[in-house]
């Protein structure tokens, strides 16, 4: 009995071709598949039925093949809000990360007195809710609020406005405070990857002459190379999808100038009853993330030569 | 043939299926019937139709109005011990979220709070989701009880199509109007009376800002409160029938019209003088009125709602009225109601319903909503109210013997809210001359009356 069955285990082996999994492993791995396709892969095939139609959310959906996409992509409407996103991804994501690898630098470099306390206030935006974070800076940004008082204060009168209703300002208003908040992320990231590397290496260049900048560019960014891809994945997906910030502190506005493409799926779909165009929006965005975190690990991969 | 191309394979045909099924069937399903009960049909006495569960999904969450319609379910389910009242409560913008799945679920709730719009009541209308009320309106005499404007608030035609007219699919509870707050004692401090013209109006903002006090309150950062500044400018200048019109989004009216134009122009000359609060558009809604009720501002436009607060805040300091009265010669206010109550076409129990929204809307009712500090849409009682309280009554009972209740300038089109609400902040930062704000909302009005 026991040597039948190991010849026919051996004989099962030899059947596929070597290092091919065996079928039983598709066994192992069902109960995560059939939660992922339930969850994810249905609705998301739902997403893609509903955006080649229009339909209010209440009676029969009417078919418009490729209408929604063709909205999306020349509607100047629905185009404007792509842009903004863009726009942020500056703020959220470019400039955090610089911010943080050069905050990381610093305190890897000389040790500080309190350097526990410095850290945990540089992150704590990152523990506070969104919206909690919007309706503070909204009063911050107030024509008469503590933003202005400083500027008049210091005597620059002049640049005293009000940021959230200045169609020129809102975008920048909202990006400094997505900026504020990913660059505790970004510094915590950095600081842990700046920790696997050896204090010798910074003797060494210290040694060969190399000053805060050289060390800096030769030692720490090509160190925090994986990191740099995780952080600039997390913040820009962060800024692509943006929501609450904007729906607590403009809405949108003034006129049109801060809608981002999550508004307009909420505004569309929940809202005006545009099903339809809603969803579309939000699979456009969809595949914006994927390509831009594809394009971020990429290039982090093609510059390190591994995987990160 | 190896393995990858097979699987890959495999992956295409099953895109090309799922794509296929995609094309087959629509998202939905075909709405519901729009019931209408014939009056002659019509049960009143509900004591006999056996135990009944009564699902009623409403937004009345706040301070005085959660507190009446407790009173008025309980009473209710004393009065007719076989029925029960399953309540659902949420949030406005909870209950506007939610109730499109709601309404379209098997187990769809029996009455619902729809909000008057195009959006929600005109889309629930259209595909057959709501249960005309007529039948019930004569029976228990709504027709006669509620004023005209009011009625027609809550009033689409059968398919949706038009508004403003119709059947009547709701009633409301209470009532609202948007009009002119004022601080009594910078009035008196310069000199003013309440300014009942657009001229003493602008006599009045002007002497305010030669002052070095603000004449108009306005935080204009959430978007929507300039809906109602410009509406409170236009009810000055543009006959009330137009107004109509362009807020039901019924045709015969315009936008560029000459006297639309000088509403704009008197906007735009408004805020260049200086009469509105700096840099409006980056204040908020809630500070700008926390400001006025600290003593900023000789005026500020805006709804009943803020009544309490208020009152509250500033006792017998503060006092409102009616717009001023402009070139058109007569009175119109924006205004409104509170949610009306509606029957959903999947109720069962559309009589018990019907029983329940008369019961609530009973001048009992709408004593135990006074009392509650609300302004009750009929049946209000000017001896029971004092302070600012008896202002705001009186204004709306004015508004309503007047004939000047016009409708909120968002209902129009399902697009209007958010056209308008970007535009009033480009007119107010200067973005936009009058000429380009008026045209772009006479686009939007004329592509849909027109039906494109």
């Given amino acids: 009995m026991s040597s039948s069955l190991r010849s026919g285990r051996a004989a099962r082996r030899q059947a596929g071709s070597p290092g091919e999994p065996r079928l039983v492993g598709y066994l192992y791995v069902a109960p995560a598949l059939v939660v992922f396709t339930l969850f994810l892969l249905v609705p998301l095939g739902y997403a893609v039925q509903l955006s080649f139609f229009e339909w209010d959310g209440l009676g029969l959906g009417t078919w418009v093949g490729l209408d929604n996409y063709v909205a999306v992509f020349t509607d100047p409407e629905l185009r404007a809000p792509f842009r903004h996103a863009l726009v942020l991804v500056c703020f959220f994501s470019l400039l955090p990360v610089a911010l943080g690898l050069v905050l990381a630098a610093l305190m890897m470099r000389s040790p500080i007195r309190g350097a526990g306390f410095f850290r945990t206030v540089v992150f704590l935006p990152q523990v506070v809710a969104l919206t909690v974070v919007a309706v503070v800076w909204r009063q911050i940004y107030a024509p008469e609020g503590p933003l202005n008082d400083a500027l008049r204060a210091i005597g620059l009168d002049g640049l005293a406005r009000g940021w959230l209703g200045d169609p020129d300002w809102v975008l920048v208003a909202i990006g400094l405070v997505g900026a504020w908040v990913g660059t505790g992320l970004c510094m915590v990231l950095f600081l842990a990857g700046l920790s696997k590397v050896g204090r010798e290496l910074y003797e060494a260049a210290r040694l060969d002459g190399a000053g805060l900048v050289r ?15 995780v952080a600039l994945t997390l913040t820009m997906v962060a800024a692509l999808r943006t929501f609450d910030l904007v729906y607590v502190m403009t809405g949108g506005g003034p006129g049109d100038a801060s809608r981002v493409p999550a508004y307009e799926v909420y505004d569309r779909a929940i809202l005006e009853g545009e099903v339809g165009t809603g969803i579309t929006v939000a699979l456009v965005l969809t595949a914006v993330i994927l390509c831009a975190t594809w394009l971020v690990n990429r290039i982090a991969v093609d510059e390190d030569g591994d995987a990160g | 043939m190896n393995p990858s191309r097979t699987r890959r394979l495999l992956g295409v045909g099953l895109a090309a299926a799922l794509l296929s099924a995609t094309v087959a069937c629509a998202p939905g399903e075909k709405g519901g019937e729009g019931t209408e009960t014939q009056p002659d049909a019509v049960k009143t006495d509900i004591s006999d139709v056996g135990d009944v569960t009564l699902t009623v999904w409403d937004q009345e969450v706040r301070g005085g109005q959660a507190k009446q319609i407790q009173q008025l379910n309980k009473g209710f389910m ?38 008057n719009g195009r959006s929600d009541m005109g889309a629930f209308v259209e595909n057959g989701l709501l249960q005309s009320l007529d039948g019930y309106a004569k029976a228990y005499g709504w027709d006669e009880r509620f004023p005209a404007p009011v009625r027609s608030l809550a009033s689409y035609s059968g398919d949706g199509a038009v508004f403003g007219e119709g059947n ?5 509870q209470v009532g ?7 601080n009594k004692a910078k009035l008196k401090k310069l000199k003013l009376e309440v300014p009942t013209t657009t001229a003493d109006f ?21 978007g929507w409160p300039g809906i109602h500044e410009f509406g409170f400018v236009q009810n000055q200048f543009v006959p009330r029938d137009d107004i109509r019109n362009l807020g039901f989004g019924q045709k015969g009216a315009s936008w560029t019209s000459e006297q639309n134009k000088e509403a704009a122009g008197t906007f735009s000359k408004w805020v260049d003088a200086g009469y509105f609060t700096p ?12 400001a006025f009720a600290k003593g900023e501002g000789v005026f500020l436009v805006a709804g009943t709602w803020l009544q309490a607060n208020l009152a509250d805040a500033m006792g ?6 009616l717009p001023p009265v402009g070139t058109t010669g007569e009175a119109a206010v924006t205004g409104g109601t509170g949610l009306p109550f509606a029957i959903t ?26 009392d509650a500090g609300n302004l009750p849409v009929v049946d209000g009682d000017r001896s029971k109210s004092q302070g600012v309280a008896a202002d705001v009554l009186d204004a709306w009972t004015t508004a309503g013997q007047d004939n000047a209740l016009v409708p909120y300038l968002d209902y129009a089109t399902p697009d209007f809210s958010d056209l308008l609400t970007a535009q009033v902040q480009k007119l107010g930062n200067g973005s936009v001359s009058d000429d380009e704000f008026l045209s772009a909302l006479e686009k939007e009005y004329s592509d849909f009356t027109s039906g494109s």
Avoid: C
Avoid at chain 2, 279 to 290: I, L, R, S
């Fill in chain 1, 215 to 229: 060390e800096f560019w030769s030692i720490s960014v090509p160190a925090v190379r994986g990191e740099l891809a």
């Fill in chain 2, 78 to 115: 004393e009065k007719y011990p076989n029925v029960t009242i399953a309540r659902t409560k949420r949030s406005f913008t909870d209950l506007q979220r939610t109730l499109r799945n709601a309404i379209t679920s098997d187990e769809a709730p029996d009455v619902v709070q729809a909000n």
């Fill in chain 2, 168 to 172: 009547l699919y709701g009633l409301p």
């Fill in chain 2, 176 to 182: 609202e109007v948007v009009g002119l707050w004022y």
């Fill in chain 2, 202 to 222: 602008e006599a009045a903002a002007k002497a305010a800002a030669a002052a070095d006090e603000l004449p108009i309150q306005f935080g204009n950062l959430d």
């Fill in chain 2, 279 to 290: 840099d409006f558009n980056g204040v908020g809604y809630d500070p700008a009125w926390q």
């Fill in chain 2, 316 to 321: 017998d300091n503060v006092g409102f009225a």
């Fill in chain 2, 345 to 370: 076409d999947a109720s069962k129990h559309a009589d018990v319903a019907a029983a329940y929204i008369d019961y609530i809307t009973s001048k009992q009712a709408m004593t135990m909503i006074q």
